[in-house]
Nanobody, 123 residues
């Protein structure tokens, strides 16, 4: 079972940037699909971005294309989410997820989840 730990969240002004990291344990990281989801207060959890095994395919939520970039470093067992031009509506808890099968924009669940990291964007 993959263990996931997110970091890098915090408070940032609108227009600023943050880079989230997700450190994964286990020797099979590179064989898992990885993804970021987020959940704002009072709202359902939503898909943000995903990346396939070895980084061959990447998916983004349509509303986030151009501002967020997902990447992975298999040598470091780490997943990243670079977030630029942040807006107050990006405020949410961001979760890292992994699954041996495809995680796409219509995926609502995954095999393993981290505990999340809070991102707050102020005006």
């Amino acid at each position: 079972q993959v263990q996931l730990v997110e970091s890098g969240g915090g408070l940032v002004q609108a227009g600023g940037s943050l880079r989230l990291s997700c450190s994964a344990s286990g020797p099979t990281f590179r064989s898992y699909y990885m993804a970021w989801f987020r959940q704002a207060s009072g709202k359902e959890r939503e898909f943000v971005a995903s990346i396939s095994r070895y980084g061959g395919s990447i998916y983004y939520a349509d509303s986030l294309k151009g501002r967020f970039t997902i990447s992975r470093d298999d040598a470091k067992n780490t997943l990243y989410l670079q977030m630029n031009s942040l807006k107050p509506e990006d405020t949410a808890v961001y979760y890292c997820a992994s699954d041996p099968d495809l995680i796409s924009p219509v995926t609502t669940n995954a095999r393993a989840w981290g505990r999340g990291t809070q991102v707050t964007v102020s005006l």
